[in-house]
């Protein structure tokens, strides 16, 4: 693979977010491709795969060369899923592969038994899987036509450590002899499987392009996760961009609840919580954690009234709130950060909920803290995956709630803007609000409360 001269500018930017990239992929390579958040690592991989300018609109000029078959992981796996089932999703590259029937269900299943999702079988419902089970579906989908070249946008990321092992695993099983690029921020546990590791900087230039001996040996590179480094301090943020007008505690006991996921071909009911209980009160965060698919998300919507309980109780019942006093109480920030764009102007977005509910808010201010101060006239879906998760979380935050509810925050951030986010959360609390923090990573519950492992759905 090589590109040549690569310059491309999306749609509605002012500068292009790579400018001139000289890049070269030998057949049989392992590239571990690493940098700040924003600095052009996906866009380096959706070049490679021919969707810039086709797919993703913008301004492109250079060369992109491929030499065989792609495989492409999307850094937001829901962006890849086409079907209703989980068999048909795998199948669908084989269907335009034309692979005959007899042979495409064998794969089928064995891709699905790779990535653990073969216990749900074929006809599991891909609308009923969680984020983390959606990475790895999206996975299956990519290891099954046996490509020759695998272009993987940070597979792990949304999953918990060992999920992230046997994952990681099978991508390297799969991989054997074939090229292969990896995007990823946690770094440490894939640099012993790859030859050559290429840094970015925040402008999308090669800063570094060598063995992983002679990158470890090296100055550790701005905006990247180094192994060994201690995790840095959460950034202090002003109290008064943070600080809730009251305060309000949640309370939610033996919930129950079930997932409904309807097609035209049928209902299927998952149970995603059976007995949870938890206590938050003003002034503390509450961690959520475990594996992937283990009713995470759901305990997050049911706590901020987002999901009705099929038994139990919350109080206060949030879930009978109008739509605007429900929004001026909580601030949820989905998992998809997608989910929750609203406007066409990352500045619109922030200051979009504070109006509709009546607050003030300092938009420039807000955008500065986590970094996007220089986007504030660009496209929320012109964004990397980490700058769009940091501007949901402005978007949700930035009329300063009582209640705050963060799935998966940090995914997709390098250690300044991590410090950004964290230190938004943990301001947020010591001003009075009631935190709730779905997560995987491990360095986040920090300082907290309550921590809840796996059992929110035992």
Partial sequence: MR?????????????PVVAGLDLAVE???????????????????????????TTLAGELTG???????????LQNPADAIVAEHLGRDVAFGLENASVPRSEMWPRVDAALDRVGLGVYGRHHFTAALSGGEQQRLALAGVLVLEPDVLLLDE?????????????????????GDRTMVVVEHRIGPWLEHVDRVVVLSSDGEVVSDGSVASFLAGPAPAGVWMPGLPTPEPLAVPADLV?????????????VADLTTRTLRGVQRTRALDGFTAVLAPG???????????????????IGGLRKPTNGRVTPDLASRRTLELATSVGWVPQNPEHGFLTLKVADEVARTAGRVGRSVDAAAVLDVFGLGGLADAHPYRLSGGE????????ALAHRPSVVLLDEPT???????????????????????????????????????????????S
């Fill in 411 to 457: 995914v997709g951030q390098d250690p300044g803007t991590w410090a950004a986010v964290t230190g938004w959360v943990a301001a947020a609390r010591d001003a009075g609000a009631t935190v709730a923090v779905s997560t995987h990573d491990p360095d986040l519950p920090r300082d907290v409360e309550h921590r809840l492992e796996a059992g929110v759905s």
């Fill in 284 to 302: 503390t965060t509450t961690a959520l954690t475990g594996p992937s698919g283990a009713g995470k998300s759901t305990a997050l919507a049911v």
């Fill in 388 to 395: 769009q998760r940091r501007l949901a979380l402005a978007a």
């Fill in 3 to 15: 590109l040549s001269d690569f310059t491309w500018r999306p749609l509605g930017r002012k500068a």
């Fill in 27 to 53: 057949p049989g390579e392992r590239v571990l491709l690493v940098g700040p958040s924003g600095a052009g690592k996906s866009t380096i991989l959706h070049g490679l795969a021919g969707a810039l300018g």
């Fill in 243 to 255: 600080r809730p007008a009251d305060a309000l505690g949640v309370t939610a006991e033996d919930v």
């Fill in 155 to 175: 597979p792990t990321s949304m999953l918990d450590d060992a999920t992230a092992t046997s994952v990681r695993q099978a991508i390297l099983d799969a991989a």
């Fill in 63 to 73: 060369t992109a060369e491929v030499d065989g078959r792609l495989g492409l992981l």
